[in-house]
């Protein structure tokens, strides 16, 4: 079965691992290049960029994590993750580097400081129209319907290729119309974080890709 890592070195890393399990997923920390070598997708979890930068350096993953991104390895990018996915960064700071991969425009902070951070709910192409927990789990099934969704300090796309499928917008406030979700190909990536809410459904969706993958 395929084992899906979620980057352990900053950020809420033991949310993302619970809720790839609940999703029926084999789910492990990576923290070294070895771990990283034997995972099959992986997860980047909701955080600080800036700090998840540069502890990517300091654990020589940067490098490794670049290379199996451009091979086509499967990951997840919640918030902070979205912003390391980013081809292009603004309002990062001075010497922030992202790892690339998703040809995408986010902005960081970009609904505003910590006090404007909001929830709301999301319609998500291949994820609101999903019934959870797992139909074929014992728990009773919620039927299908919006994502409820949870921005801390969110970042948003502010511009995306061609390539890039927006899979949801804010859909009311002052922020309408702004995508929060993405797909691109075996890259995924959410301004929110799904890990906090119990709402497995986005895991699931990767879970799939990595397992197509
Ligand atoms: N504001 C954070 C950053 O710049 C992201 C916040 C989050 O991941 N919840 O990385």
Not at 52 to 74: H, M, Q, S, T
Not at 88 to 109: F, H, K, P
Not at 197 to 210: K, N, P, Q, S
Request: proline share 7%.
């Amino acid at each position: 079965a395929p084992v899906i890592g979620v980057l352990g070195l900053q950020g809420d890393s033991r949310e993302h691992l619970a809720a790839l399990r609940a999703a029926g997923a084999e789910a492990v920390v990576v923290r070294r290049p070895e771990e990283l070598a034997s995972v099959h997708g992986l997860v980047l979890p909701g955080g600080e960029s800036t700090v998840i930068d540069k502890l990517l350096r300091v654990f020589e993953l940067r490098e490794p994590l670049v290379r199996r991104i451009r091979e086509g390895l499967p990951v997840y990018g919640s918030c902070a993750g979205m912003i390391l996915l980013a081809d292009r960064l603004l309002d990062g700071t001075r010497d922030q580097q992202t790892l690339g991969g998703l040809d995408v425009t986010v902005r960081r902070n970009a609904f505003g400081r910590q006090v404007d951070s909001f929830e709301t709910d999301l319609e998500i192409t291949g994820v609101s129209d999903r019934a959870w927990p797992d139909p074929d789990g014992a728990a009773a099934a919620v039927a299908p319907g919006p994502v409820h969704a949870v921005f801390i300090r969110a970042p948003w796309v502010e511009e995306a290729g061609p390539d890039v499928e927006a899979l949801g917008v804010v859909p009311a406030g002052p922020a309408a119309g702004t995508i929060v979700a993405v797909r691109a190909g075996n890259l995924l990536a959410t301004s929110f974080h799904p890990e906090i809410t119990g709402d497995t459904r986005v895991h699931r969706l990767f879970a799939e890709i990595v397992r197509a993958a």
